[in-house]
C-alpha cells in the first residue's frame, strides 16, 4: 500500500472573494486554510484564476493581488503548511516561489514560455496536468484516440521535457486532468485505468471533487455532490492515487483513514 496525502482547496477567484487584497478576505481565507491543515490537509492548494469551464481570464496583476497577500500570510501564521499555488503563469510561480510555497501546480502542464526554467531554477515541487483545450473552449467537443494512452503520452512527454531541464523526478506529480476537455465517458475510462498511470513512475495527482462527472452521473448539484466525490476518492486511493485534491477534507480524510485500516 502507498500512501496518500490530502490536497485541500482555496478558491481565492471572485466566486469566493469579490477583490483580492482586503483584510476580511485574507482572514477568512486563513481561517479556512488553518481548518483544512487541522483537518489533515497536507497541502493547501491556493488558487487566483478559474479554471473552470467558461471562466473568464484573470489578468497577472489581479492574480498576484490575490494570491500573494494569503501566502505572505499563511507563511507568517502556520509557516508548517506546504503552499501549493495553482497558477500558469511563470510571474505568478516566481513570485510564489519567493514567498516560500512549496508545490506549484500547473494545469497548463508547464508549457506557458519560461514556467519550466521557472520551476528549474527552484527546489520547488510540480504538479503537471492534461488539458485539452482551454477552460472557454474545452467542453465544446473532447475528442481522443484513446483516451488513456493519449492522456499518458501527453504526460510522460511533459515529464521528461521536466526532467532533461534539471528537475528530479521525485519532484514530479502527474495528473490525468479529470473534467478538463473530457466528456463523461472519458472520465470514467480515466478512473478505470487510472493504475495505468503508475507506470509514468511518478507520485500521481487526482482532483475530483465536485466536479460535473459526479453530477452527470448522480443528476445532482455542486453543493449535493461530497458523497459521489468521496466514492470516487476512494477508488483513486485504490488505483494508487499520492494525492487528493478536495474541498473536502474532513470526509476525505476519514476516506483515506478507512482504506488504511482496511487495505
Ligand atoms: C485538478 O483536477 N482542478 S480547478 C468544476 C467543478 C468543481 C471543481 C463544476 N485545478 C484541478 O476543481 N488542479 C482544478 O464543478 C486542478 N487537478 C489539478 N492539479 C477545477 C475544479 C472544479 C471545477
Redesign the pocket.
Known amino acids: 500500500m502507498s500512501h496518500c496525502q490530502i ?1 485541500g ?1 482555496l ?1 481565492l477567484t471572485p466566486d469566493s472573494f469579490s477583490d483580492g487584497g482586503h483584510f476580511n478576505q485574507i482572514d477568512s481565507a486563513l481561517k479556512h486554510a488553518l481548518t483544512m491543515h487541522q483537518a489533515g490537509a497536507d497541502y493547501i ?1 491556493i ?1 487566483g484564476e ?4 467558461g471562466a473568464k481570464i484573470v489578468s497577472e496583476v489581479e492574480e498576484l493581488a490575490r494570491v500573494i497577500p494569503v501566502i505572505e500570510a499563511l507563511r507568517r501564521e502556520a509557516p508548517e503548511i506546504k503552499i501549493s499555488l ?1 497558477t500558469h503563469k511563470p510571474a505568478v510561480m516566481q513570485a510564489g516561489i519567493e514567498r516560500g510555497v512549496a508545490l506549484i ?3 497548463n502542464a508547464l508549457q506557458t514560455a519560461g514556467a519550466v526554467a521557472c520551476v528549474a531554477a527552484s527546489d520547488v515541487e510540480v ?1 503537471l ?1 492534461h488539458k485539452q483545450g482551454t477552460p472557454a473552449t474545452m467542453q465544446a467537443a473532447p475528442e481522443y484516440d484513446d483516451v488513456v494512452k493519449d492522456v499518458c503520452d501527453f504526460l510522460a512527454l511533459r515529464r521528461d521535457v521536466c526532467i532533461e531541464a534539471g528537475i528530479a523526478k521525485e519532484r514530479i ?1 502527474l ?6 476537455g473530457k466528456t463523461l465517458e472519458h472520465n470514467i475510462e480515466l478512473m478505470q485505468q487510472l493504475a495505468q498511470f503508475q507506470t509514468l513512475d511518478c507520485r500521481l ?8 462527472m459526479i ?1 452527470a452521473i448522480l443528476d445532482k448539484q ?1 453543493d449535493e ?1 461530497l458523497a459521489g466525490g468521496l466514492a470516487l476518492a476512494l477508488l483513486a486511493m485504490q488505483a494508487g492515487a499520492q494525492i487528493i ?1 478536495t ?1 473536502d477534507v474532513e470526509a476525505t480524510m476519514d476516506v483515506l483513514k478507512i482504506w488504511q485500516a482496511c487495505a
Do not use: A
Request: charged letters at 25%.
Open positions: 490536497m482547496i478558491n492548494d488558487g478559474s479554471t473552470r469551464p495553482d501546480n500547473d494545469v504538479c496536468m506529480i495528473d490525468p486532468g479529470f473534467g478538463f495527482l487526482v482532483g475530483v471533487s465536485r466536479k460535473s453530477g455542486v455532490r485534491r474541498h
